[in-house]
Every structure is written in C-alpha cells, then in structure tokens.
C-alpha cells in the first residue's frame, strides 16, 4: 500500500526553465512533508520541507507547494541548472516517514 | 564532521550466507532506521529504533534482524531467511523520531547475492 506516490518516473527540461516535480499522498494524518535529492550510489540528502500548516515553503530556487485538500504536494525548481540533474523523492511523515518512489530529473543544458 | 557511516559499499553474498551492513553515526541522534530501495519502488522501512535496546518492526522486516546496544550503532543483520535481499540498503538518523526533524542518510551499502 503506497502512501506516498509520484507517478511521473523521469522528468526532462532545459536549462533555465521550470521544473516541476509531484507528489501525491493517501494518508490525511501526514502532518509534514520533505523533499530529499539523490545522487547515484549515494544517501538522499534533505532538500527543503514544508509542515502542514502551510501551503507554501520557498528556498532559493527551490519552492514547495502543498494542497492539503487535493492531498498534493509539488516541488518547482526555478531556474533549473544541470547539476539538478538526481532523483528526487517526496517523503511524507506523521511519526514514521514514508517515500515515494522517485522522479529522475534531468536537466539538459 | 558529523555523519553518518555506511560500510561495506558494496557487497557481495552467496545464497544460503547471512551478512551484516554496519552503520554508525556521530551525530548524537536517538533514531535510526533502515531503508530497501529497489527500482520503482522508493526506499521501504525495514527496522527502527528510536533508543539504544529497542527498535521496531518497518513495512519488510521479514528476513533481517537488527540491534542497538549503543547509541552510535544499528547493524542491519540480512539472513538466508530473506527470499531477495539484492538491493541498495540506506541508514538513516535524526535526532528524535518523526519526519519534523528530517532525517539525515548514509551513502548507501550495496549488496548483491551471487
């Protein structure tokens, strides 16, 4: 049963554009979500979060939008650079975390 | 620097072997928990703990066993028992449990049965 989903696989833009990356969730009692990058072969390392008392989170280039009715989140990258290029996930948490599956950014210069 | 430890990188088992993957993490954190990742499926909670001599069942413990006698240390025990164990395994750590204080990960241990 996942509770965390993120149907697109792979995304690919171009450089200086927008990256959007989504997140569905099932579980209405995650009270925070995160973001975590990964490179190849290695951990995931924490990108940016957002708690569910709000709807928008923004750091730097990267901004973290979250619709609690639609129980959707998204990340946009802006404006996205090549070394963006990883596998994002999306996490969701009450008191254990949960993760999506990955989308494999790439972005092309 | 504080971190988190992962060893061996790579790793490889025969059928029928049981191996252990080590992870240590000076960061003073009280839980610590391990992650399968496979391909399309995300990373699947195997063990927590959320203090030294005592952790918890994740989603796919089935085929590990794990332990906590210190504070710095989770081994991740993959026993025979386990029906695919070739995966990319991750240790992860934060402070208290709970994804409000985010989680900080390994490098990741992968092993392969051969």
């Known amino acids: 049963d996942q509770q965390v989903k993120q149907n697109s696989p792979s995304l690919s833009v171009q450089e200086g554009r927008i990256s959007i990356l989504n997140c569905d969730y099932t579980?209405?009692?995650?009270?925070?979500f995160l973001w975590y990058k990964k490179y190849p072969a290695e951990g995931p390392t924490f990108l940016i979060s957002?708690?569910?008392?709000?709807d928008k989170n923004e750091d730097g280039r990267f901004t973290v939008f979250l619709n609690k009715s639609a129980k959707h989140l998204s990340l946009h990258i802006v404006p996205s650079q090549p070394g963006d290029s990883a596998v994002y996930f999306c996490?969701?948490?009450?008191?254990?975390?949960?993760f999506g599956a990955g989308t494999r950014l790439t972005v092309k210069p | 620097d504080g971190g988190i430890t992962q060893s061996p990188k790579y790793l490889f088992r025969k059928e029928g072997q049981n191996v252990t993957l080590s992870c240590e993490q000076n960061?003073?954190?009280?839980?610590m928990y391990w992650y399968r990742q496979d391909p399309g499926q995300g990373l699947r909670l195997i063990y927590y703990?959320?203090?030294?001599?005592?952790?918890q069942k994740g989603d796919i413990a089935e085929g590990y066993s794990v332990s906590r006698e210190k504070k710095e240390s989770f081994p991740l025990t993959v026993t025979s028992a386990q029906k695919n164990p070739t995966a990319f395994y991750l240790c992860?750590?934060?402070?208290?449990?709970?994804?409000?204080?985010?989680?900080?990960f390994g490098s990741g241990t992968r092993l392969t049965v051969v």
């Open positions: 703990s959320q203090i030294v001599n005592d952790f």
């Open positions: 579980n209405s009692m995650f009270d925070y």
């Open positions: 960061l003073n954190h009280d839980a």
């Open positions: 996490a969701a948490s009450d008191n254990d975390m949960r």
């Open positions: 992860a750590s934060s402070p208290r449990q709970g994804g409000s204080y985010g989680y900080t």
């Open positions: 957002i708690s569910s008392i709000k």
